[in-house]
């Protein structure tokens, strides 16, 4: 999850405190680990530690993908797990959006580089550094990573049902989607993967193609016609509340009646973009290592 906790402190249904919750970095990881060049696999079995082989590799990096936001809280980086794009907004608008380079996108690109040039931040290592860039690529492609209305990413939007362990819109789309699934994340990765080997190389391609900007606004986009838009949800004016008790009434006020309908129609959808996170996390440390 993301943000302040304060407005989330008046729930009674508590929710993991991951973005895409672990299970959905996890699978993402591990779709990452199956694309790996020879040279970035071994040297991620360095960094790492772990022995050159995919199912160490595979193994390793799941248990990774998750640190970033265990620590977040101690190293004062939740900013980074998502950026405050508008709905208001257009692709231009990202570095504006991006103050200090506070956000994901370039967390993204500043670790890909010091990766890449084996340049050590004095605050970071190298294993620190690889953590964040498997994080971060996927929470680029979780949507409500990628946009806001004035609700701190879909947070401040209550559900007037709890669905599984989510209690609001953000926690929906980080892990209730995936959890209602039923598959653990060697399953689904599995499942995944299996989907991925049928594409063709020019679909591949396809998907791995762009920087990652192209993808934050793909997911941006995303955020806008597969979540605001179908759910009626009121577009704001542009502000950023420092948590949902200063988020507008409109949006603090709606209880989202979300059906069973509505889940079904958008596991496919996180489906594809745990695929793509995968992907594209590939090939951002084949080109870093």
Known sequence: MRRSLVFLLICTVAVP???????????????????????????????????????AIAD??????????????????????FIDLRLQDAKWDIAKRCPDDNCAPARIRIFAVELRSHQLDQRWSQLDQL????????????????????????????LATPVGKANNLHALWDGEIIAEMGLDQRALAAALQAQIVTLSEAERDKIIAGRVDDWTWESHELAIHDIYEPLHIPVERVMFPHSCVSAPEAITQLRLAIGESYVAAMKPV????????????????NDSL
């Open 131 to 158: 953590r964040y860039l498997i994080h971060f690529a996927g929470d680029i492609h979780q949507p409500l990573h990628t946009a806001s209305d004035a609700d701190e990413g879909g947070n401040c939007e209550l």
């Open 60 to 81: 390793g990096l799941a248990a990774a993908s998750t640190w970033a936001d265990e620590t977040k809280n101690d190293t004062h980086t939740g900013a980074w797990h």
């Open 270 to 285: 996180v489906r594809e973009q745990l695929m793509k996170a995968g992907l594209r996390l590939a090939k951002i440390l």
């Open 17 to 55: 405190a991951f973005g895409w919750w672990a299970t959905g970095h996890q699978v993402v990881a591990r779709i990452a680990a199956a694309h790996l060049t020879p040279a970035a696999r071994t040297r991620i079995s360095r960094i790492l530690e772990v022995p050159d082989t995919p199912e």
